[in-house]
């Protein structure tokens, strides 16, 4: 439940990054050792990962919200069933995990925010190369190879493909020589699944490049390892703050990451200041219209581009946003419509026309992002803004109304019993 018309003012931690940490966690899988990973936000999507390492066989110690032991000795399965992964997409990293570890992988097709067909066929193809044989059969994907390790190859993404970059990389680090992986994804937590890599004793070279370079080892062992801060909840405190034209030090973030939103947010208008781990952004009038164009990193990303829309809808002018890595991720425009926006979508393509302000409504987060962009929109709006299916937004920030309570926003959890007013309010756990 929202109230919309406050500016959010003070200061906001964020938490480390959950696209990272669904990465590092199964790669914890490899080193049959103890692994400390620190700075994991308290999130849905987190708790899911660990609860199926544990099924697994793993040894889980929860030092605190933000700290945990992972000591994978003990697991000896392949397989993950369909129980464990149909409400994460994560858990594809599972497959480069375990073929890496025991050559051999079962696990359920994942599961997470639908955006039409995200195939996983890279992921396949890199598997392949490496000399494992793969099927799909009632959902599973059957991954193995003879003799129980992996031979390393030259690997050509067709397509930048982040899923993809990390199960290859998880998969090569115990395979025999060097494997290269070209036109590899460049995103920051794909540098930080390397760092945690290599920490273990893996030889990962050039992540952050197009070209990635890893000489398998025999083996890896255990380490004590922090998670990068998260780039798309700063973002999305970013941009929160400028639509509701606040003034937020967002602190705990590594402002480089965060360039390309930066960039969107001052031809919008914004003020913003750079220190070393941490950016103040300001808005003291109506946003300008801007162009959007979501492209893998470093360009504007993909995961920011539905807060960007609620922002641009009462901005000044026509504003356009070109989507070029999901083919489905327009579905929280007709939630924007509800609340008054004027949006025109025409494939991967939607036209924003500014409107002078968005009215509070009932509306739905459709996935994690649109539901982020939803708790803005219902900043921004006049009166009052219900969201159901929340779960979504659990899945990737945490703490996020204690967060934005802190900061001046009128914003509560409502469970789903109970009645406000004559709607009926669903919320998630």
């Known amino acids: 439940m929202i109230e919309g018309g406050h500016p959010l003012k003070g200061e906001v931690n964020i938490s480390g990054a959950k696209n990272a940490v669904v990465a590092i966690i199964p790669a914890a899988i490899l080193a049959q050792d103890v692994c400390r990973i620190e700075n994991i936000p308290n999130i849905s999507d987190v708790s899911m990962m660990i609860r199926i390492l544990y099924q697994m066989g793993a040894e889980i110690k929860m030092i605190n ?12 399965s392949f397989i993950v069933p369909h129980e464990l992964t149909k409400q994460l997409r994560a858990s594809y990293y599972l497959i480069g995990a375990l073929l890496g570890r025991f050559g051999r992988a079962k696990v359920a097709m994942p599961g997470g925010c639908d955006f039409g067909v995200r195939p996983i066929d890279q992921h396949i193809k890199g598997f392949q190369a490496l000399g494992a044989a793969v099927s799909i059969e ?14 390393g190859n030259s690997i050509y ?13 998880l998969a090569a680090v115990r395979a025999r020589g060097l494997t290269i992986i070209e036109n590899a994804a460049k995103e920051p937590h794909i540098v930080d699944l390397a760092n945690f890599l290599n920490s273990m004793g893996a030889d990962v070279r050039g992540a952050g490049t197009d070209v990635i370079k890893i000489r ?4 890896l062992h255990g380490c004590t390892y922090s998670v990068i801060p998260d780039q798309i909840e700063a973002g999305t405190y970013m941009v929160a703050a ?26 919008c208008g914004a003020q913003i200041e750079e220190f070393d781990d941490a950016i103040r952004v300001r808005m003291p009038d109506r946003a300008n219209c801007c162009n959007v164009k979501t492209m893998p990193h470093p360009g504007f990303p993909t995961d920011m581009q539905p807060q960007m829309a609620a922002l641009l809808s009462v901005a000044r002018g026509t504003s356009i946003i070109s989507e070029s890595v999901w083919d489905n991720r327009f579905r929280y425009v007709d939630q924007l419509s509800r609340m008054g926006a004027d949006i025109q979508v025409n494939g991967k393509v939607a036209v924003i026309e500014g409107v002078d302000f968005l009215t509070g409504a009932p509306v739905r987060a ?8 939803m708790l803005i929109a219902g900043m921004m709006a006049q009166g009052r803004t219900e969201i159901e299916d929340i779960v979504h937004i659990d899945r990737g920030y945490e703490l996020v109304v204690e967060k934005l309570t802190d900061l001046g926003a009128d914003i509560r959890r409502v469970r789903a019993e109970e009645q406000v007013g004559e709607s009926r309010v669903v919320a998630g756990a």
Not at 242 to 266: F, M, Q, R, W
């Open 138 to 151: 009632n959902a599973m994907v059957d991954a193995r190879v003879e003799e129980h390790r992996l031979t």
């Open 242 to 267: 400028a639509a509701t034209h606040g003034d937020v030090l967002i602190k705990n973030v590594i402002p480089k990451h965060l360039e390309s939103i930066s960039a969107k947010l001052v031809e």
């Open 366 to 373: 459709t996935d994690l992002r649109a539901g982020a962009a």
């Open 216 to 219: 398998g080892v025999e083996e």
């Open 157 to 169: 993404l067709d397509v930048v493909s982040v899923g993809a970059t990390i199960n290859i990389m």
């Open 65 to 76: 919200d933000h700290t945990v032991e992972i000591d994978s000795t003990h697991i000896s």
